[in-house]
């Protein structure tokens, strides 16, 4: 370990590894380039937003038999979010990052120049990379600003460093391609949770709750700055607001709420759960941030609504209602092994493939930790394997996999402590009735087409009947 007074307040700046470069006092925020023993200031660095992370600077915990701590941060921002990368300093002296994107881990070490890389500028999600004879998907492709960094980092950053990066999974695999420095740096390692990590020194659910005051002086309150109703917010959570009343967008991942795009006039939406519930779900206090409205293109009753809950060091949750009854939403950091036209496999499981879809926002209204736009569109694909349903949602920059669990509306009241309406059992939904009817289409005519072919066709009035009787439900 290396330790140098801060030039500018005197302070002890340590670099514990060799390999950093750059350190951020973290008295005075001044940004300090060491080159030999040499300490040089060039400048203040922003201090990073307070998020939700769990991690801090000086969390420890083991991966793969040896002891890490961690030593730096950067926060990334792109156009639909942010995330921050830790920056961890292994017993052994190696190094790697911990990314933390919306309560999601993967952890990486850099194994230099990528060779076989495509150019950043050809790389669409959901296409493959075939690296250690495994074919990955890419899952994003992000052109991010460096917002603000601490601790100490093994590269320069500063205002307007710009990341250029792409990520790619395999099952739990993770690879990162970084074109930040012009020649693409590969880093390979895989998804991880805080649990597994053995991580210790995180930041408890009270810190981060107060560790708000985000937007200076405001207290998780502040009036839309379109039409001045207030929006009550958890400060360091969102990325955006969307005002209920007007449905300005609001950006709040800066140091000031500002308002982007346009104050709309939607129809009104009376949503079966508001925004500002809580749910009790295994004693755990979760809060209703954000909800929004989909619908699924060329389909008469395909809207869904999406419910978006929080917990300070749970993270996010997902509830979907629609037609067919409520689903619990688990976004995958683990991804299928493979996918094509047919079947997706997950975990040595296969899911056999549904339907594909497109859907867009027609509403929304509250907290995001992603910037939500009324008209975004999504492509999905659906697999199933016994009632669990695998989506994949593909936008022009993002592909995620989730897995959707049904859940009973008795379930939901129950975790909202208010009664939903339920949906008739699940059975009687018009779509259920359509679906029974084909069934017994078929059996009727596998049934009943040798009694025609062979006894001649003076039956087939019965037969018709009988399809009318199956269909009138359905109609
Ligand atoms: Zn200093
Ligand atoms: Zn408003």
Redesign the pocket.
């Known amino acids: 370990m290396y330790t140098a007074a ?6 002890p ?1 340590s670099f514990r590894s060799a390999a950093s470069v750059m350190a951020v ?6 940004t ?1 380039l060491r080159n030999a023993d040499e300490i040089k ?1 060039i400048g203040k660095m922003s201090s990073a937003l307070e998020d939700y992370s769990r991690i801090q600077i000086g969390t420890s915990g083991q991966y793969q038999g040896q002891g890490f701590n961690v030593v730096g941060r950067i926060q990334l921002r792109y156009d639909a979010g942010f995330w921050n990368e830790w920056y961890l300093f292994f017993d052994d002296g190696s190094a790697a990052w911990l990314a933390d994107a919306s309560g999601q881990y993967m952890l990486t070490k850099s194994l230099g120049a990528a060779v076989d890389a495509p150019a950043f500028a050809n790389i669409q999600p959901d296409m493959a990379y075939l690296y250690d004879k495994r074919s990955y998907a890419f899952s994003d492709v992000r052109t991010a600003q460096c917002v603000s960094g601490a601790g100490e980092l093994p590269f320069t950053v500063g205002k307007g460093y710009v990341a250029k990066v792409v990520d790619a999974r395999h099952a739990a695999r993770f690879i990162t391609l970084d074109y930040s420095q012009g020649a693409p740096e590969l880093f390979v390692g895989e998804a991880v949770n805080l649990a597994d990590l053995k991580c210790q020194l995180l930041r408890s659910d009270d810190q981060i709750t107060e560790s708000a005051g985000r937007l200076a002086g405001k207290n998780n309150v502040l009036d839309c700055p379109s039409c001045a109703s207030p929006l009550k917010y958890i400060a360091g959570m969102a990325m955006q607001l969307v005002c209920p009343a007007c449905h300005m967008e609001v950006d709040c991942a800066g140091d000031k709420a500002i308002a982007i795009g346009k104050a709309r006039q939607l129809e009104a939406f009376h949503s079966t759960l508001q925004l500002g519930d809580t749910a009790t779900i295994e004693n755990k206090k979760w809060l209703l941030i954000g909800l929004m409205r989909c619908s699924e293109e060329g389909e008469v009753d395909g809207d869904w609504t999406e419910y978006l809950l929080y917990h300070a060091s749970l993270g996010f949750m997902w509830l979907v209602e629609s037609q067919q009854g409520w689903d619990q939403i688990e976004v995958l950091n683990q991804w299928p092994e493979m996918h094509n036209a047919a079947q997706a496999m997950l975990n040595g499981k296969k899911y056999r493939k549904l339907f594909d879809y497109n859907a867009h926002v027609t509403y929304a209204a509250g907290a995001f930790n992603w910037r939500v736009h009324v008209g975004d569109k999504t492509a999905f694909t659906d697999y199933d394997l016994n009632g669990v349903r695998l989506s994949k949602e593909r936008s022009p920059s993002e592909v995620t996999w989730s897995r959707a669990k049904r859940i009973s509306s008795e379930l939901v009241g129950q975790w909202f402590a208010k009664p939903i309406a339920s949906f008739a059992s699940g059975d009687a939904s018009p779509s259920s009735i359509k679906s029974l009817a084909i069934m017994f289409t078929a059996l009727l005519m596998v049934i009943n087409l040798p009694l025609l072919i062979f006894n001649g066709f003076g039956g087939i009035w019965l037969l018709f009947f009988a399809l009318v009787l199956v269909w009138l439900p359905a109609r």
């Open positions: 801060c030039p500018s307040c005197g302070a700046v006092c973290e008295y005075c925020q001044s300090l200031d």
